[in-house]
């Protein structure tokens, strides 16, 4: 897991902003952001200076790239 801010999370993310790289997108159960990659990869993400509206404002842009999010 890493732990960051909204802006490193959006920074570190942009080079793989679309579906050829990232197979979905969700929040785990202990509430951290995780991105699962075509790859086989997982990053989760314990974003530490945000609230839960703004990370599923994040998920929205996310889906509205066309990757796929998890409810």
Same mark, same amino acid.
């Given at each position: 897991?890493?732990?960051?801010?909204?802006?490193?999370?959006?920074?570190?993310?942009?080079?793989?902003?679309?579906?050829?790289?990232?197979?979905?997108?969700?929040?785990?159960?202990?509430?951290?952001?995780? +991105?699962?990659?075509?790859?086989?990869?997982?990053?989760?993400?314990?974003?530490?200076?945000?609230?839960?509206?703004?990370?599923?404002?994040? +998920?929205?842009?996310? $889906?509205? $790239?066309?990757?796929?999010?998890?409810?």
């Amino acid at each position: 897991m890493k732990k960051c801010t909204l802006n490193d999370f959006m920074e570190e993310l942009k080079p793989w902003l679309d579906d050829d790289h990232i197979r979905e997108a969700f929040i785990d159960n202990k509430g951290h952001l995780a +991105l699962m990659f075509r790859d086989g990869m997982k990053n989760v993400y314990a974003i530490d200076d945000c609230n839960k509206e703004q990370i599923e404002a994040v +998920l929205r842009d996310l $889906k509205d $790239k066309g990757i796929p999010v998890r409810s």
